[in-house]
C-alpha cells in the first residue's frame, strides 16, 4: 500500500510541477528553443515545490531570487513583466506550500503519535505518513487547477493591458501582503497555525490585485474603443451630409458639362469640361448597400483602399436589415477593413486585395473579409504587433462583442497565406 501511496503522491507532485510551468507560460511566453523549454521545466520542479520554514531568511529570500532569475533567463518580456509574475507567484507558492507542508505534519503527529526519529516509526505510522503527504499534494493540485481557472483569462489581460504605471501599482500591493506573511513566518515563536491566516491573506491578495487590475484594464480599454468608435460613427454622419450635399448638386453639374463639352466652343473649354466631368464620374459607382450609413462607410475604405493600391472589391446587400446599430456596422466593417488594409500594407502592391461578401442568408446575416497576408513572428499571444498594445490590437474583439450583441458569432482563421473573417448574425423575426 505505501509504494502505491507514494507513486500516486509522485504523479500529484508531477500534476503539479506541470500545471505550475503552464500558468508561468501562460503569463509570460517562454522563450523559443525545445532545448531552452526542456531545461525550464527541469528547473521548475525546484521552484513550484520551494517550502520556507520558520525563520528560514535565506529561504525566503533565494528562493525568490531563483524564481526571479529564472523568469528573467526563459521568459520572453519586459523586465517589469517578469518581476510582476515573481511577484504574482511566489507569494501564492510559498504560502500553500507552507500550508500544505505545516498543516499535513500538524495532522500527522496529532494521529500517528510518531516518535520524531524516522528509524523509530513503525509500518503503521510509514502508511499513514504516506497516506496525508499524498492527500496533501492531491489538495494542492486541486488548489492550483482552480487558480489556473480563476486567473487564466485575467493573467492574459494584465500583461496585455497595463501601463508601466499600473505595473508598480500591482506590485506594490502584492508586495505589502507578501512582506507581512513573510515576516511573521521569520519572526513567529509560538504556534505554527497562528501564521495561517497570514498565508491565506497572502494568497487572496495575490489574486485579488490580478484581478481588479485587469477588470480596470479592460474598463480602461473599453472606454477608450468607445470613444474611438463614436467619433469614428460622427465622422461618417458628417461624411453622409458631405456626401448627401454632393451628390444634391452632381446631376444637374453633370448635365452642364455635358452641354459645355458638346458645345461649338473653344477646345480648351471643352477639353476643361471632360476632365472635371471624369473627376466626378466616381459618384456614379458609388456604393448602394440599402444601408446609407454602410454606404459611407464602404465609399471610405474604397478611398483609401485605392490610396494605399489596394485592389478592394465588395459584393454587399443589406436591403432589408436595418436592425444592426450604426455604431456596430462601424465597428464590424470599419475594424475588419481597416484589418485588411493594415496587413496589405505589409505586401507588395500587385498582391493586396481585399474580398468582402455581405448580405442576408436564409435567417442570419453572413458576413466574410479576406485578404492575403503575412504570417507575423515573436507575437506571442498579443493582440497586435504594434508598439502601443494599450489603444491597438483590439479590433477583431470589439467586432466579436459586436456581433455577440446581436446573438452572432466570429470567427477568425488563417488559411495558408491568407486571413479569413467571418460573422454570422441571426436576424430577429417578427
Known amino acids: 500500500m505505501i509504494p502505491l501511496l507514494q507513486f500516486a503522491a509522485f504523479a500529484f507532485v508531477l500534476a503539479y510541477q506541470l500545471l505550475f510551468f503552464w500558468m508561468l507560460h501562460t503569463f509570460i511566453p517562454l522563450r523559443k528553443g525545445s532545448l531552452l523549454r526542456l531545461l525550464a521545466f527541469a528547473l521548475s520542479r525546484h521552484l513550484a515545490g520551494v517550502i520556507i520554514y520558520r525563520h528560514d531568511l535565506d529561504g525566503i529570500l533565494l528562493s525568490f531570487i531563483g524564481l526571479a532569475l529564472y523568469l528573467i533567463l526563459f521568459h520572453q518580456g519586459k523586465m517589469m513583466e517578469k518581476m510582476t509574475a515573481a511577484f504574482i507567484f511566489y507569494p501564492i507558492t510559498v504560502s500553500v506550500n507552507f500550508l500544505m507542508m505545516d498543516a499535513s505534519s500538524q495532522i500527522f503527529f496529532a494521529v500517528a503519535d510518531a516518535p520524531a526519529l ?48 499600473t505595473w508598480l501599482i500591482v506590485d506594490s500591493l502584492i508586495i505589502v501582503s507578501g512582506i507581512g506573511c513573510f515576516t511573521a513566518i521569520y519572526f513567529d515563536i509560538g504556534e505554527s497555525f497562528a501564521i495561517y491566516p497570514l498565508c491565506i491573506a497572502a494568497i487572496f491578495s495575490s489574486l485579488g490585485c490580478v484581478c481588479l487590475v485587469a477588470r480596470l484594464g479592460d474598463a480602461m480599454q473599453a472606454a477608450c474603443q468607445l470613444e474611438r468608435l463614436k467619433m469614428q460613427q460622427n465622422y461618417y454622419r458628417g461624411k453622409m451630409k458631405e456626401e448627401e450635399r454632393v451628390r444634391s448638386v452632381y446631376h444637374d453639374m453633370k448635365n452642364h458639362l455635358l452641354v459645355l463639352e458638346k458645345s461649338q466652343g473653344q477646345e480648351d473649354a471643352k477639353q476643361m469640361a471632360k476632365e472635371l466631368r471624369a473627376q466626378i464620374a466616381g459618384y456614379e459607382d458609388y456604393a448602394r448597400t440599402g444601408n446609407e450609413f454602410l454606404d459611407i462607410i464602404l465609399k471610405d475604405k474604397a478611398e483609401k483602399a485605392r490610396e494605399q493600391h489596394v485592389d478592394f472589391s465588395a459584393m454587399v446587400d443589406f436591403h432589408g436589415i436595418g436592425f444592426i446599430e450604426p455604431l456596430d456596422l462601424s465597428t464590424i466593417f470599419g475594424n475588419g477593413l481597416d484589418n485588411a488594409m493594415e496587413a496589405d500594407g505589409k505586401l507588395p502592391e500587385g498582391q493586396r486585395a481585399i474580398l468582402l461578401k455581405a448580405g442576408r442568408v436564409q435567417d442570419f446575416v453572413s458576413i466574410r473579409i479576406e485578404n492575403p497576408c503575412v504570417p507575423e513572428e515573436g507575437t506571442g499571444n498579443r493582440r497586435t504587433s504594434k508598439a502601443d498594445r494599450f489603444l491597438h490590437g483590439f479590433g477583431i474583439l470589439n467586432m466579436k462583442k459586436a456581433a455577440e450583441k446581436y446573438g452572432g458569432q466570429l470567427v477568425a482563421k488563417q488559411e495558408k497565406e491568407k486571413f479569413v473573417l467571418k460573422i454570422l448574425i441571426p436576424i430577429p423575426k417578427g
Open 118 to 165: 524516522n528509524e523509530m516509526w513503525t509500518e503503521g505510522t510509514r502508511l499513514a505518513d504516506a497516506a496525508i503527504f499524498a492527500a496533501a499534494v492531491f489538495i494542492r493540485l486541486l488548489f492550483w487547477g482552480g487558480i489556473y481557472l480563476f486567473l487564466k483569462k485575467p493573467l492574459q489581460h494584465v500583461r496585455l493591458n497595463l501601463t508601466a504605471g
